[in-house]
């Protein structure tokens, strides 16, 4: 709040006191605006801890306290220099703020002023980040939906970390001694400095393209400037196209990194990123038995129906008395049989006479009989039978047939009798 009032009436008080005696002691309004002088006539800067804020909407100015190890400040920002920082202040944000102190004479109180306000340190790298991040968020980047499922049972493995770090023995010996049957592709890169971002990159593509079914992405802990590669752009960008899944296992608690934000799951550190992916001998056993119960359970079922389908029908007549479906057309086998039976008895001359007259007319009628009693068949070039004088044609070959042969002869002339003319 601005007291610029109170400190005019009070320097005027203090020098009317100081004129008239100086060795006389000062009214509180003179000592108060002898310390506003003073204090107010040093402009210093302040880097300190945010520990309290309030920004209430109708008030000209914020108010909030900053602090260190051993002391804490209040301090006061006017409205329109609060907007133009840029800065939205929040509890432990480290800030670096430039003014000068003042003093509300009518309640005693000190502030500091605040000219101007920006962001230190790690305050000003967060501020960045949570910016970079609000930006991926809105392009999609972070949708819970494009996130894919890890496989269960991944054959090949990749991990993306320092070879020199604790990470990768962490990892390894999680993997070895969780899920032994995969192979794991490890792309040793740098995970701090200014190229670090680029490495990983290349070791993610390194791995997919080797085979990997899923990558863990991971370190040990550090510093949020140490973090600064897994807040990269770009970095965030290709973990979101990587054709495989990605698990990120970044061993810093308390911030999350834009590549756990992006990636298809975080783990809080490697050991948990190396566990994410990889299923125990329990489990494995556990899943078979689960599957070996839901193969047999069906397939039990199946059996009982059949086996009480089978019962059933050996129930039926036609497989307990099977002679039943047949009895009737015995029965009149065995009749048929015996007529003829009796037949045959009773019969056979007859029989014999009347075999003996129908093999007499076949012999009759057989054309061999014809032919030896003298008469002749012939037969034209397609062996068509000739019959009558009129299906002969003059140089026309014929094949005649006798009892003991046959002859191959020409039509030289061609005679009708006169009752067929």
């Known amino acids: 709040m601005n007291d610029s009032s109170s400190y005019r009436l009070g320097e005027t008080a ?3 006191e100081r004129a008239a005696d100086e ?33 209430k909407a109708g008030y000209k100015a914020v108010y909030f306290t900053i ?111 969780r899920y032994p049957l995969a192979r794991v592709l490890v792309a040793g890169v740098a995970v701090e400095g200014a190229t670090a971002a680029a490495g990983i990159i290349e070791g ?11 990558v863990c992405l991971v370190r040990g802990g550090g510093s949020f400037e140490d973090l600064m590669p897994f807040n990269d752009e770009e970095l965030a960008r290709a973990i979101a196209a990587s054709p495989v899944v990605i ?9 999350t990194t834009i590549a756990d934000m992006v990636a298809d799951q975080r783990a809080s550190t490697p050991t948990a ?11 494995l056993k556990a899943n078979l038995s689960a599957l070996t119960r839901a193969i047999a359970h069906p397939m039990q079922l199946r059996l009982e129906r059949s086996q009480a389908k089978l019962d059933r029908l050996a129930t039926l007549p036609l497989f307990r008395e099977p002679e039943r479906f047949f009895a009737g ?28 007259i129908a093999a007499a007319r076949l012999e009759d009628l057989s054309p061999l009989s014809a032919l030896a009693r003298g008469y002749a068949i012939a037969r034209d070039r397609e062996g068509t039978f000739i019959k009558s004088v009129k299906q002969a044609q003059l140089g026309e070959p014929l094949a005649v047939m006798l009892s003991d042969g046959e002859i191959s002869c020409e039509v030289t002339n061609i005679t009708v ?3 067929e003319e």
């Not at 509300?104 to 920006?118: E, H």
Request: hydrophobic fraction near 40%; include cysteine.
């Open 67 to 177: 602090k260190d190890e051993k002391a804490s400040l209040s301090c006061l920002m006017w409205n329109n220099r609060y907007a133009t920082s840029g800065v939205k202040l929040e509890r432990g944000m480290l800030v670096q703020v430039t003014g000068r102190f003042t003093l509300y004479a009518a309640k005693g109180r000190m502030n500091f002023d605040v000219f101007s306000l920006s962001l230190a340190g790690q305050g000003d790298l967060r501020m960045r980040v949570a910016a970079l991040a609000r930006k991926l968020e809105a392009e999609g980047l972070m949708d819970p939906r494009r996130k894919r499922p890890i496989p269960q049972l991944p054959a090949t493995i990749g991990v993306v970390t320092s070879p020199r770090g604790k990470a990768i023995h962490d990892v390894l010996r999680t993997l070895r001694r």
């Open 14 to 16: 203090f020098e009317k």
């Open 23 to 55: 060795n006389a002691p000062l009214s509180v309004t003179a000592a108060c605006a002898l310390a506003k002088e003073t204090l107010e006539s040093f402009v210093v800067t302040i880097l300190g801890e945010v520990s309290e804020v309030s920004d």
């Open 247 to 255: 698990v990120t296992g970044i061993g810093h608690e308390p911030d």
């Open 273 to 283: 990123a190396a566990e994410a992916v990889s299923p125990t001998k329990e489990t």
């Open 329 to 356: 057309e015995s029965l009149a086998l065995d009749d048929c049989r015996e007529r003829l039976a009796t037949f045959a008895r009773t019969y056979p001359e007859l029989m014999r006479s009347r075999l003996g």
């Open 417 to 419: 009798r006169k009752d």
């Open 204 to 214: 993610l593509y390194a791995c997919a393209s080797a085979g990997a079914e899923v």
